[in-house]
DNA sequence: TTTATTGCAAATTATTTGCACATCA
DNA sequence: TGATGTGCAAATAATTTGCAATAAA
């Protein structure tokens, strides 16, 4: 139940947080914060939709999806690509990045300065500015690897032939 | 005119490939592939289906779509993702990564070499081997960056307070 | 000939929008 | 009360698919 409790006050958090940015507190809000709380992390608007809709079926997909991005411009949530157009949100709380694992769909969260210097040499010699941070990046987890006899049918190229 | 033979050229390389991996060689699929290597990089669908049509108007947006899948499956084409669902294609012949400028659109080429090291860190670390070869990396460019006041309104937080 | 390809129209998927009604501050 | 938010249905955007007609090998 100390989750439960903990979960509660987050949910309370971010609505605060909404509503110092001028908006109004409704119940659908309620329930889709409730939902992202919960959830403890990525989901699609549709995943959204379902687990507010468990609550209150009335809520409609259209809600969710301005409700989300409502919070999103109040800086509380974060949506990222996972490719092939759909999109996940998450609660704002850590910068991180995120590795998707195509061929199993996971969804593994890596710190910010992991990648650091990785944008430090994108920056400094080709004078851009990366921002994964709305961004996934593909490619396969470990687990996928080693199933699949190390036999990586990633889509780019990553592999050893490289034709540079 | 040297370079126009040069193109038609590797056109007719392509469509050679296209055949040995045992497809037909149409009149749609000539005039898409010469779009490509016209355009000599990035193409979405519709551009390609647009370049094809003024040269014969009867070619529909769908064959573009089936062909550049059947170019992809023989190897010749690849296609990544910028962002917001639109895909842009390009002929397979270098490896190499994109920067796509979310301010200004534009699309810088990397050699895959250049972050090869990078990835192989985050690779090792996080037991995940990154595939980014169909995928876009998101930013600004220099160009916007200079002319938004070093402002720049990237999505991710890439910047210095980075709560890690 | 006979199987791959094409054109066209209709279907999908993910998301957005117009509008009249409901509701929060 | 009066602006903000909501449900619903219809609109988009990008891409895919069924199918009968067409063309390559």
């Not at 301005?66 to 996972?82: F, N």
């Not at 709305?134 to 990633?154: D, P, Q, V």
Request: net charge negative; aromatic share 4%.
């Amino acid at each position: 139940m100390t989750s439960h409790e903990n979960e509660d006050e987050r949910v309370v958090q971010v609505l605060a947080q909404l509503a110092s940015s001028g908006h109004r507190i409704t119940n659908p809000r309620r329930h889709i914060v409730a939902a992202l709380v919960a959830a403890g992390g990525h989901m699609t608007a549709e995943e959204v939709a379902v687990a507010v809709q468990a609550h209150d079926p009335s809520v409609h997909l259209a809600t969710v999806y301005r409700t989300l991005e409502t919070l999103e411009r109040s800086g509380v949530v974060i949506h990222i690509h996972l490719g092939h157009g759909r999109a996940i949100y998450h609660l704002a709380d850590s910068s991180h990045y995120h590795l998707y694992c195509q061929v199993c769909g996971s969804v593994q969260e890596i710190p910010q300065a992991a990648l650091d210097n990785l944008f430090a040499t994108v920056a400094r010699s080709y004078d851009f500015e990366p921002s994964l941070g709305h961004f996934a990046i593909l490619g396969t987890c470990g687990h996928c690897m080693a199933r699949s006899g190390s036999k990586g049918r990633n889509s780019g190229g990553t592999s050893p032939e490289s034709i540079a």
